[in-house]
């Protein structure tokens, strides 16, 4: 069965979504999201044909094929998601990843696990490893994120209900799963750590 990459659903309503942007400039746990389930048919096959594609899959982000690609009535995927309110801002929290049937990744744990195996922060994530050009690419996402600082803005009411971000009761319960998740995140990155020195040793200086 082949792997997809960019595919994945809401954590919470498990609504499908393409993931255009793993990560955001200056906001590394946020995401750019296509929610598919309510785009015409037309367009829907579209884009579902280009997320299996080769160019697609390929993509470091999947924004760049859709940038490259248009849809049956000759509009530019990208700038047609954007100007349509398709493209929805949400935590990389609430995003499973799902590259086959039957199996699951958080999109902020293969952020943090992307990260490591590039040997950078994940606040770097949104610059392509072979990026020459690097103030174009940060000013090309942020843009696309200008008009969607809030999770909730967009002009599908399905889609607004599937964008909006993890509720707490209180300070101290928001605190409580902060912590939580910068624990498991620790101890992920620790075991990576330990997988690589049984692979490669760390070469101490003479």
Do not use: W
Not at 71 to 92: A, E
Request: charged share 25%; net charge negative.
């Amino acid at each position: 069965m082949q792997n997809l990459k960019h595919v994945g659903r809401i954590k919470d309503t498990g609504k499908k979504v393409l993931v255009a942007f793993r990560t955001l400039p200056g906001d590394a746990y946020s995401c750019l999201v296509v929610p598919t389930e309510n785009l015409p048919d037309e367009y829907h096959n579209a884009i579902i044909n280009l997320v299996e594609s080769p160019a697609a899959q390929q993509a470091y982000e999947f924004a760049e094929a859709l940038d490259r690609t248009q849809f049956p009535d000759g509009s530019r995927m990208l700038p047609f998601l954007h100007g349509n309110g398709r493209l929805v801002k949400v935590s990389t929290a609430q995003v499973e990843m799902t590259p086959v049937i039957g199996a699951s990744v958080m999109l902020s744990e293969l952020n943090q696990l992307i990260a490591e195996q590039r040997g950078i922060a994940v606040d770097d994530l949104h610059i392509k490893p072979d990026s020459n050009d690097v103030a174009k690419e940060i000013a090309s996402a942020k843009e696309l994120t200008d008009n969607n600082t809030d999770a909730g803005k967009t002009t599908s009411q399905s889609v607004n209900e599937t964008a909006q971000p993890t509720s707490f009761d209180n300070a101290e319960a928001e605190a409580k799963h902060y912590r939580s998740q910068a624990d498991k995140l620790a101890k992920q990155a620790a075991e990576f750590r330990r997988k690589a020195e049984e692979l490669v040793p760390t070469k101490k200086p003479k």
